[in-house]
């Protein structure tokens, strides 16, 4: 008998590139246990491991309160399929897909730098980015629209579906790696508005870290606003296609929170945008 690792659980199904199903092909043996340690040095099953991981996190492991991706429901409901592409690329999320045989969601083994070159994503990068691609796909099932999608890419302004998606990214990973995962809060608003909507307005709405007080600098955003959590800001997000409607949903949702005086001054950071 020989032993195999298959990278797919009910509801998400890893792919060797576009089609072929990822596996790690074990030893032959006959009714023995079988233990593996998945090295870096061993490739593609590196890749594969840490995208699981962070797959099965989100999905059977999920501490935060926040909804699953989307679930095997049957027919244009199956398995999310995951591209594991072993090439340099930005990751994506296509939630058409589901009605071809391609997979909604592709994660590269290798990144680009902007001045050229390639890079290795690292273990908590291949766990972070499966966690983002995921975090999209759930947002689409709780009220991200085609329409809004050509609306972001027109003018693309993205905000709303890429700050959730690095918030969920952002808070997920840190509980899993430590504190030391960057959460874009080192980044003035210039670069912010710059970088095709990755904000990081979901940890701002978390934590109590005032990046401009904290770099003394008015390049920074400025942060009084903390205390939610990750449920209620998904709650908010159900049925708001804009960043203003977000924030207006979070203020009337949830008066008691303090600090909810100061989310137009946190929103305003960005004020560019809708």
Do not use: C
């Not at 998400?12 to 590139?17: L, T, V, Y």
């Not at 043996?29 to 594969?48: F, L, N, P, R």
């Not at 759930?138 to 329409?147: K, Q």
Request: no cysteine; hydrophobic share 30%; glycine share 8%.
């Amino acid at each position: 008998m020989y032993y195999s690792i298959k990278w797919e659980r009910n509801d998400f199904d890893i792919r060797s590139g576009n089609w072929g199903q990822a596996y790690f092909n074990g030893p032959r043996y006959k009714e023995k246990a079988w233990d593996q340690v998945i090295w870096k040095s061993i490739g593609m099953s590196w890749v594969y491991a840490h995208i699981h991981r962070g797959a099965y996190t989100y999905y059977y492991a999920n501490k935060w309160g926040i909804k699953s991706p989307p679930k095997n429901g049957g027919f244009l409901k199956t398995r999310i399929k995951i591209g594991a592409m072993d090439k340099s690329g930005r990751a994506h999320y296509y939630d058409f897909n589901k009605f071809f045989t391609t997979p909604q969601i592709k994660i590269y083994r290798k990144g680009n730098y902007k001045n050229g070159g390639e890079y290795y994503l690292s273990s908590e990068n291949l766990f972070g980015t499966a966690v983002h691609e995921l975090a999209h796909a759930s947002h689409w099932e709780i009220g991200y629209t085609y329409g809004q999608y050509v609306v972001d890419a027109i003018f693309s302004e993205p905000f709303l579906p890429e700050s959730w998606a690095q918030g969920i990214e952002s808070e997920i990973t840190s509980d899993i790696y430590g504190d030391s995962y960057e959460k874009n809060q080192s980044t003035t608003i210039k670069d912010i508005l710059g970088n095709g909507g990755y904000t990081p307005i979901v940890v701002d709405l978390i934590d109590d870290y005032n990046q401009r007080a904290e770099m003394y600098d008015n390049a920074y955003p400025i942060d009084r606003v903390k205390g939610y959590t990750l449920k209620q800001l998904e709650d908010a997000l159900y049925d708001a296609y804009l960043w203003k409607s977000w924030k207006e949903k979070i203020e009337s949702k949830y008066p008691v929170n303090p600090t909810r005086i100061y989310l137009n001054e946190l929103f305003e950071n960005y004020k560019n945008i809708d």
